[in-house]
């Protein structure tokens, strides 16, 4: 089964600061999808971000933007400018284009500082 | 458009009984699945369906059962309740395509306790 590490279980940044949220995945497969997940307090799952494999283009959606390494199986994600709604658990997941399964790592706890 | 709806929110459960949860998805989607989610290990898949009569086994089946007897309506049994199955039980739905934006939609959830 496929793999997806978040190393960092908790970080803080300042209000219109700048953080980068990391996840590593481990597959054999060359076709895959990628995304970020934010859970605020509420528990409602809210995508973020997704990247298809095949695409070199690192994906962006307004203030989020992905680091893509397809070769080190990094997927990173950079918040501008954060904001305090920005606060909760970011989750990121891996869903190969064969088969229809999502793995999700343990999630990172942003903090937002005022 | 209700998106994903989730029934019960909230249960309590004695160690031994029995209940169904139940999802509801008004998008049409084909796929849907069921995850729980426990602190520190995100969500883990416990099984989902490609399709009207259709289901396949997670990461964590063991203890759950699912039916999909209508397209709409993905449900979750659990026939004997263990304290090991307290959690957070997340319901989503998919429609898969060759392109779009092939997002999964989440309903809001159930905490399920079992003492």
């Known amino acids: 089964a496929q793999t997806v590490t978040q190393s960092q279980p908790e970080m803080s940044v300042q209000e219109a600061e700048t953080v980068t949220l990391s996840c590593t995945y481990d597959t054999s497969e060359s076709d895959y999808y990628l995304f970020w997940y934010k859970q605020p307090p509420s528990r409602q799952m809210i995508l973020v971000i997704r990247?298809?494999?095949?695409?070199?283009q690192n994906a962006t959606e307004n203030r989020f933007s992905v680091n893509f390494q397809k070769a080190a199986k990094s997927f990173s994600l950079k918040i501008s400018d954060s904001q305090l709604g920005d606060a909760a658990m970011y989750f990121c997941?891996?869903?190969?284009?064969?088969?229809?399964?999502?793995?999700f790592g343990s999630g990172t706890k942003l903090n937002v500082k005022p | 458009n209700a998106g994903v709806t989730q029934t019960p929110k909230f249960r309590v459960l004695k160690t031994g009984q029995s209940m169904t949860l139940l999802c509801a998805q008004d998008m049409n989607h084909e796929y849907m699945y069921w995850y729980r989610q426990d602190p520190g290990m995100g969500l883990r898949l416990i099984h989902y369906?490609?399709?009207?009569?259709?289901?396949a086994k997670g990461e964590v089946p063991d203890g759950y059962n699912v039916s999909r007897l209508k397209k709409q309506n993905f449900l979750l049994g659990l026939e004997s309740a263990a304290p090991s199955q307290t959690s957070v039980y997340f319901c989503?739905?998919?429609?898969?395509?060759?392109?779009?934006?092939?997002?999964?939609?989440f309903g809001p959830g159930t905490r399920l306790t079992v003492l």
């Open positions: 990247q298809e494999a095949y695409k070199q």
């Open positions: 989503a739905s998919r429609s898969p395509g060759t392109s779009g934006p092939d997002t999964q939609y």
């Open positions: 369906s490609v399709g009207e009569g259709t289901t």
């Open positions: 997941a891996y869903r190969s284009a064969n088969f229809n399964k999502f793995y």
